[in-house]
């Protein structure tokens, strides 16, 4: 049975978040080498290593999702005390980087005819994204995304995320949806897989040729998109 509402989560299902770390981290790294006396490149891999390590038990750190400028500050911190570097530069360095990525953010070129062929068919549609409001706020005006759902729900607004149930259902309750009667898309296992399902919700994982779903997958999805043509196909429009 096809849904009535259909959600989405922003970050890598919706816009491309991801696509420019790496070039932002090189570019970020190599200004601030020179300053810091020390290897752009050794720099990069240590930052990245710290980042990683530290957002690897999502749970534990979800405390951080509202607070993501802080969390890159402490962790550049942390990277650079490993390497013996000056840590007063932390701040301006993680500064350097959001300034550098965010200018790299994109929608992805199947995000708005998605959408707009959903809202044409009659599909009730809401945004569900963790994060800090101001943040994921400026993301939304700046591409234009609001016009496109009929509920957007941000973890800083609402207070909590991802993948609490509490979530789904106000996102549901807003578009007068039963579980049985709502899909959740998303990127994330942790968070929007095994949230959306902890909920009740149909959840479909969208990789975008990026990620790969491992056999001990803590969450295993009820359905896989590569893009998000696919979900028209599965819903046969």
């Known amino acids: 049975m096809n849904p009535r509402a259909i959600f989405f989560d922003m970050d890598d299902t919706l816009l ?28 990069n891999k240590a930052i990245r290593a710290q980042m990683l390590a530290f957002w690897k038990d999502e749970a534990a750190v979800e405390h951080w999702r509202t607070k993501l400028h802080e969390a890159r500050a402490h962790n550049v911190e942390s990277a650079l005390a490993a390497q013996g570097l000056d840590t007063s530069r932390a701040k301006l360095l993680a500064d350097r980087y959001w300034e550098e990525q965010s200018s790299r953010f994109r929608l992805f070129e199947d995000s708005v005819e998605t959408l707009d062929r959903l809202r044409a068919e009659g599909f009730r549609t809401g945004l569900i994204t963790n994060g800090p409001q101001e943040m994921q706020r400026w993301k939304i005006q700046r591409f234009d995304l609001a016009r496109h759902f009929d509920v957007i729900v941000i973890e800083g607004e609402f207070g909590r995320g991802k993948p609490h149930p509490d979530v789904f259902l106000h996102a549901m309750e807003s578009v007068r949806a039963r579980p049985e009667e709502a899909w959740h898309i998303g990127d994330n296992l942790y968070a929007d897989i095994g949230g959306a399902q902890g909920a009740g919700v149909h959840a479909a994982w969208i990789h975008r040729d990026r990620l790969e779903l491992k056999d001990d997958a803590a969450h295993v999805p009820d359905r896989v998109f590569a893009h998000l043509p696919e979900l028209l196909t599965a819903l046969e429009l």
């Open 16 to 43: 491309d978040t991801s696509g420019g770390v790496a070039e932002a981290w090189a570019t970020t790294c190599q200004a601030f080498s020179v300053d810091l006396g020390c290897d752009a490149e050794e720099l």
